[in-house]
């Protein structure tokens, strides 16, 4: 089994707020979907109204972060699946219920995790 990260930037939800109750409803009822069919692992959304920090080696803590990761927002799900063709059938399932396109990204294999 692979983890897989499935995700999309705030920026590609664009919806009017009479949508935004079905999408609530549609999202959680896939997570729900994921959670019964035991390939859940971890999910949500970044949290806009807290701002980033940036910790280095040597522990000092700058406000910001890595210049490439401002845009580092939006809603996140890491769920635990045996192919990349199922990875895009889960991916499909919330895209249609976000009403936005989905990026999916397999994390690497460590035997330590």
Request: charged residues 25%; contains cysteine.
């Amino acid at each position: 089994m692979t983890h897989y990260l499935i995700s999309f930037p705030s920026a590609a939800m664009v919806l009017s707020p009479e949508d935004f109750p079905d999408v609530v409803r549609d999202s959680h009822a896939v997570i729900q979907e994921a959670k019964d069919a035991g390939v859940y692992v971890f999910g949500g959304g970044i949290d806009e109204d807290v701002a980033p920090v940036l910790v280095a080696a040597d522990g000092t803590v700058t406000e910001g972060t890595y210049p490439q990761t401002e845009e580092f927002d939006g809603g996140y799900t890491v769920l635990d699946l045996p192919s990349r063709e199922a990875a895009l059938e889960w991916a499909r399932k919330i895209a249609k219920s976000c009403r936005c396109p989905q990026e999916v990204r397999a994390f690497q294999y460590d035997p330590l995790a």
